[in-house]
């Protein structure tokens, strides 16, 4: 049998273009990816870290908004709130592992600190549902009615307590999780969204994304103790991991503030940010803020040394969650 010079060069160049195609699929999966959501495009970006280049895409079910990671670290859960669905990831690369179906509206989530209970927040089915969690299995345990429109989350370290924000009626709404029932709820304000707990569970702090600061709670009294301004829309919250701060993003005037948890007030603003900062993630020393900008389509890099935006990354429609597995801690510690 006889082959023609053409022949052998299109056989080459197939060859070759096989080969750099398996390499760029290897690569998208070969080491610890950012993985960033992009809610209106129904898909998640894989980011190298060191370069900032998007090396791969995934699809996703419907508005896929937040995301948490597993407590033995093996999975990162992505929740998709139209598609009814959780997508189990390899939290390194971004690879899917398995999908979790007739989830409900499951917007926001979270694992207890004991890891035995799981929570997600319906925020268009205006309701909180409680599933016992062995490691493996999600198991319901109760549909809890929560109107209007529940949307963030954070636990006391008492493992019996889940405290959700309610954005349409302005209120932080406390959920006893062994008996599935509302112990009280309390209006703070025009929005209210991210919640983070102080150490020792002291405070609850709450961006107030209708208004221009955070709402200081002293939530074993129920009341609204302090106001820190910010900046308008201020939204979520991610730990600097220094014992003192905390950012937020005020999605509204576009730029973050740094607050220092133990004084209770607000330290500095990182400004000259593009439009939408949402959510934040800390690399592991501590010197890199990276955040999604929800109405810009991009991802940003911030170096807390000098507070400035120093690299910028187109995405698709409105990326809201942001994880990477070699992040800086985001609770902070109890002190002794």
Not at 48 to 74: M, S, Y
Not at 292 to 302: L, S
Request: aromatic share 8%; with cysteine.
């Amino acid at each position: 049998m006889s082959f023609s010079i053409v022949s052998i060069k299109r056989a080459a160049a197939l060859a070759a273009s096989l080969c750099v195609l398996f390499v760029t699929a290897d690569h998208a999966y070969a080491a610890d990816n950012v993985i960033v959501l992009d809610s209106g495009e129904a898909q998640l970006n894989l980011i190298d870290e060191t370069t900032h280049k998007v090396i791969g895409t995934e699809p996703t079910g419907k508005e896929p908004h937040h995301l948490q990671i597993t407590p033995d670290g093996r999975s990162l859960i992505v929740a998709d709130s139209v598609s009814n669905d959780l997508l189990f990831l390899d939290p390194h690369t971004g690879k899917v592992q398995r999908r979790l179906e007739d989830i409900e509206d499951p917007y926001q989530l979270g694992f207890s600190p004991d890891h035995k209970w799981f929570v997600t927040a319906g925020l268009r089915l205006d309701r909180v549902d409680i599933y016992h969690y062995d490691g493996q299995n999600l198991v319901l345990a109760k549909r809890v009615p929560l109107a209007k429109t529940p949307s963030h989350m954070t636990f006391a370290s008492d493992n019996r307590t889940v405290f959700v924000t309610l954005q349409d009626t302005g209120e932080v709404a406390a959920i006893d999780l062994p008996t599935q029932t509302v112990l009280w709820k309390l209006h703070i304000g025009n929005t209210p969204a991210g919640l983070w707990m102080t150490p020792n569970d002291r405070y609850l702090l709450i961006g107030m994304t209708g208004e221009d600061d955070v709402a200081v709670i002293d939530w074993h009294k129920q009341q609204v103790v302090k106001r820190i301004q910010t900046g308008r829309g201020a939204h979520n919250f991610r730990n600097l991991d220094d014992g003192q701060h905390i950012a937020v993003t005020n999605r509204v005037e576009s730029t973050i503030s740094i607050l220092d948890y133990n004084a209770l007030t607000k330290v500095a603003d990182i400004t000259g940010l593009m439009p939408g900062p949402d959510d934040m993630e800390l690399s592991s020393d501590r010197r890199y803020l990276w955040v999604t900008f929800r109405f810009a389509k991009h991802v940003g890099i911030i170096d807390l040394t000098t507070h400035k935006l120093i690299d910028t990354i187109a995405v698709g429609r409105s990326p809201h969650g942001l994880f990477f597995a070699n992040r800086a801690p985001i609770y902070a510690p109890n002190p002794d």
